[in-house]
């Protein structure tokens, strides 16, 4: 097996970037991806210079064990990671889906906290310590990259955990994370809780603490730079933030912090920032839920000024309001860069300046459809370029597909729809009216798909300005107790709709024939 680079940074002004949107992420309700979305989103990561990625829980179902070492196989730069419980089947699954990586690691957990110890594992402390112990010197026979997390950190002894983190490192572990997994902590403790524990534990300079928070009382990030500011040299995170419950750390948010105060940090990361734009949008686009317009970074409204006061002062010196320059992040600059008679080679250089992975879309449809809202629209911005590759990654040998659509509607009559669609390979079509043309829509597809969730969100938004925009349109259905996204863009709406439902629905049937329950869901 190839082994990673172990041991903590040598530069201890450098915080490596831990990034689990493929594991912690992904467990988001209406989150779920599958391989080829994951190995997206990997390559995008990489691309992002991130350090390690969680490419998953490899024992918690064979979808999950397929995508660590199909992500294990795609990337060669980061340490690809598999989560695994202290159980004897957890690691040598692990093991086995990263032993193709060029840099292969395994994140092993157990929590220490009392009322996990009490309620969820009914385990002594005695226990927890051998079976730390006992995992981490059976993961070492084979590789080196171990980390080791003491799950529900924020809510243990700090004595405890110590003795078991001088174990665990004893018997191999390099990394130690402490993770606020209920986002109980607050930052003031929680970076005194890392300065203690490197006060505490024998050979505590020689591993890589790291941290991984959680959300819930909005205190991922100020928790994350508490503990870098105690000696936490990596943090783990998410694109986005996304993640159980209220979500995870945002890694752009950490990532800008790091380097806009570095005059009081004090430390880097060697994200290559101008990919973090890209890594948003692809993920929205993937998991078919839109990016808050006042998220921190990334959000439509981070670089905008509606006060004419600091219109006035962005206008005379953009310091005066901006602590960041959109370009800095590859915010595109929505000016415009191609047209109807731009040439596929100008098309595709473009989609790579995006960030675009070119040999995860069908780049002739994608120039087609480029071509088409070339025809329909004034303007084509980067945006609206970006879209469509993200519509394009979207098709895959899907067992649901739209081939027509047809709405009609007036004050005078009952919203209809005829659709057509590839069921499986064979055409179908069907008709319904609805109380507007978008229900009718959907009330068509469910009867050819044969599929009757319930619709749980439906958001509109226009990528560009203008009322020739291209719209995106994202939903969330719900079935038998599975949640799925969908997304879709088209410069016709209720087209964008139809695009979006379908897209969930292929998404929900690939979660029905994958149900394996997945075991716990780690720190």
Known sequence: MAQANPGPDHDDNQVRVFDTTLRDGEQSPGCTMNVEEKIAIARQLERLNVDIIEAGFAASSPGDFEAVRRVADAVANPVVLSLSRTREEDVDRALTAVDKAKRPGVHIFIATSDIHLKYKLQMTREDVLDAATWAVTRAKKHLDYIEFSCEDASRSDWDFMAKICTEVIRAGARIINL????????????????????????????????????NDLGLAVANSLAAI???ARQFECTINGIGERAGNTSMEEVVMALKTRRDMMEVR????????YPASRLLSQIIGQPVPPNKPIVGDNAFAHEAGIHQDG???????YEIMKPE????????????KHSGRHAFINRLMELGVDTGTIDVQKAFAAFKDLCDKKKIVYDDDILAMANEESRRTADIFELVDLTVTSSTRSEPHAEVTMRVNGEERSGEAHGDG?????????????????????YSVKAITGGTDALGEVSCLVRDDGMTV?????HSDIVMASALALINALNRLRARVEMSARRPGEGP
């Open 269 to 276: 990361t060697g994200i290559e920032t101008r990919q973090i």
């Open 437 to 457: 043309m978008v229900d009718a829509c959907y009330k068509a597809i469910y009867k050819l798909s044969g599929l009757n969730p319930t619709l749980e969100r």
């Open 314 to 320: 962005v206008l005379k010196n953009k310091l005066t």
């Open 229 to 231: 500011r105690n000696g």
């Open 179 to 214: 993770p606020d997994t209920t986002g109980h902590a607050i930052p003031e403790e929680y970076g005194e809780m890392f300065a203690y524990m490197r006060r505490k534990v024998p050979g505590a300079d020689g591993v890589t603490w790291s941290a991984h928070c959680h």
């Open 328 to 339: 800095d992040i590859g915010i595109p600059s929505n000016k415009l860069v191609l047209g």
């Open 485 to 489: 996204a969908g997304q879709g863009a």
